[in-house]
């Protein structure tokens, strides 16, 4: 079964550098594409960035875009989110899924797995 554990979260300033990290610790999402997701209070989980099993096609929301970078470790079972130039808004909990399906997805129920969430702050 795959079993998301998401790591890396904290408090940063603004225009600062985060790196979370996914492990699935079931070892059983290959072949899986991955996604990172982001809330934040009152707000409905968004869409942040998603790569396929080879890692051949990725997909970010344009308000990340030359900012965050996801890349993935199929050997290690994990997948990561560089996250630079950090802004306020970017403040959310980062929640990680994976599913099944081929291609890159990016809505939100198109993911069967999810992780707890990791908090990320960034002050201005």
């Known amino acids: 079964q795959v079993q998301l554990v998401e790591s890396g979260g904290g408090l940063v300033q603004a225009g600062g550098s985060l790196r979370l990290s996914c492990a699935d610790s079931?070892?059983?999402?290959?072949?899986?594409?991955m996604g990172w997701f982001r809330q934040a209070p009152g707000k409905e989980r968004e869409f942040v960035a998603s790569i396929t099993w080879s890692g051949g096609r990725t997909r970010y929301a344009d308000s990340v875009k030359g900012r965050f970078t996801i890349s993935r470790e199929n050997a290690k079972n994990t997948v990561s989110l560089q996250m630079n130039n950090l802004k306020p808004e970017d403040t959310a909990v980062y929640y990680c899924a994976a599913d099944p399906k081929a291609g890159v997805l990016i809505a939100p129920m198109s993911f069967t797995y999810w992780g707890q969430g990791t908090q990320v702050t960034v002050s201005s």
């Open positions: 079931g070892r059983t999402s290959s072949g899986y594409g």
